[in-house]
Each structure stands twice: as C-alpha cells, then as structure tokens.
C-alpha cells in the first residue's frame, strides 16, 4: 500500500484545496478558510490539517494548522505568523490553492458532564469548534485567556454560540486581570470535566488545579512536528501509562491527552 492509499484507508484527504478567505484577525494572527472535502467536513474539535506551502523557488517545511471549524463546504484554520512557513501562508489569497492533508490527531472526545472550556492565545481557536458542537449549553462555561485586549480574538464568535464566556488578560485591558487558572477557580459549580488549549505552562496549572479538585482534564498538546502521521518520532512527549512513563506521539495518540497524565 502506497503513502496516498494508507491515508485514503483511514479516511484523510490529501490534495489541493482552494483559500476561500483570508483575513489577519488580530496582528499577526490570521483565520483562513479553505475548501472542504467529504473527508474534511467530518473533522473533530481538536485534530488539525497539515499544510504544505509551496513555492517557485523552494518548498517550505509543512506546518500543522489547528481547526476552529468544519463543515461540508468549509474548513476554517488559524495560525500566528512565528517564521517562514507562517509568514507565507500569511501571504495566501483568495482563489490560490494549497497542498493540505488531514483531518489527523485525536481530538476532544465526546463530553456530556458540565464541561469547563479553557483556552490561552492561539489554544482558543480549536476550543470555538468544540463550543459550536455544545452550542447553548447551560452547563458549559469558557474562559479565555490573552497578554492583552490587543491580542483577543474570536469573543463575539464564541458569546454566540456559548452563554457563559469569561475572558482575562495579564495586564487586565481586557475583562479580569489574572490568568485562565486563577479564573477557574472562582467560577467553578459543579463541573468535572475540564477542556484546555493554550500555552504549556497554563496547561500544567490547569492539570494540577484538576488533580487537587478531583476532575478530568483534556489538554490539547503542541509539539514541533515532522512528518504529522508519527512515523519520524519528532513530536513525542512523556506520558503516564500503565504505572510506568513512556513516550506518545502529539500528532498520533494526541494532540489532546489525559491532562492528569501527561509528565510536564
């Protein structure tokens, strides 16, 4: 079996996709929407495409895109310009066509408890597809974290769909001042599951608050990534298992593990 029939068996789709849409949201972070595919439209919140950038002069290493939404006619993907892949898929316009692979990864599984979203920076963009899915559930509440007001994004998409939308900001320009964390702890009822993206050491926290408090934790991982099917071994992090440590692949056992596991 050649690489493109394993990913047609296991119902991903690689091919060319064409931009629909691209704006930069806040400075430096761009939303862009492509085309779907039968195989895209059936994305889960949390799993993620790859992108392989192109050019007539070189090809840029591909670089994996978080999903903020899916449907049968459109996939939307956010991403922060950091170097030179970013920087020219910032470039992107509509009616170019991309090189995309996907959907892969495990994402959040399906949750029917009171549920605590829980997103820092770039991490909420997989999060409003996760809210989407429990859109107007009373029992679900979110809390978004960024540096500063400059940095939000995506508030009024998400206060639609969710009724209960906290947001904070380090330097407090924008809601509380504090951090994602220290917010949970005052809004907390009677959730037991709690869903978190965002930067390392606010998933860490979040693990640490769920263990003290006897919750579940899903924290959505993000790793450097090679060939984004676990064959290269690049993305591995250390996880709990079995009553030993081993090591996981992000981009195939993740990007979202049990936070309670997870060796930070």
């Known amino acids: 079996m050649n690489s493109r029939e394993k990913l047609s068996s296991e119902k991903i789709f690689f091919g060319l996709r064409e931009v629909i849409n691209i704006n930069e949201i806040v400075k430096g972070t761009f939303l862009v929407e492509i085309s779907s595919s039968a195989q895209l439209s059936k994305s889960e919140p949390g799993q993620f495409v790859y992108i392989i950038p192109k050019t007539q002069k070189r090809t840029i290493l591909p670089r994996p895109l978080c999903i903020a939404d899916a449907d ?10 950091k170097g030179k892949g970013t920087l020219y898929l910032s470039g992107l316009s509509k ?6 692979m996907g959907p892969l990864g495990k994402g959040f599984q399906a949750v029917k408890e009171p549920v605590l979203l829980a997103g820092g920076g770039l991490g909420a963009a997989p999060l409003y597809f996760l809210a989407k899915k429990l859109r107007n559930n009373e029992k679900t509440s979110l809390v978004l974290g960024f540096k500063n007001k400059d940095e939000a994004y995506f508030i009024n998409e998400f206060k639609s769909v969710l009724r209960n939308v906290f947001v904070c900001t380090d330097d407090g320009s924008l809601g ?15 959730e037991k599951i709690i869903c978190a993206c965002g930067p390392r050491p606010m998933l860490k926290s979040l693990s640490a608050f769920a263990g003290e408090n006897k919750m579940r934790i899903f924290v959505s991982l993000e790793e450097r990534m090679g ?36 060796v930070f």
């Open 72 to 81: 049968a006619d459109t996939v939307k993907l956010i991403f922060k310009v």
């Open 176 to 190: 509380s001042r504090g951090n994602v964390t220290g917010k949970i702890g005052e809004i907390i009822r009677d």
């Open 95 to 100: 009616g170019d066509k991309i090189s995309v």
């Open 227 to 262: 060939c984004g099917m676990g064959a290269c071994l690049g993305c591995v992090v250390k996880i709990r298992a079995g009553g030993k440590e081993e090591y996981q692949r992000v981009c195939k056992e993740g990007p979202v593990f049990d936070g309670l596991k997870v």
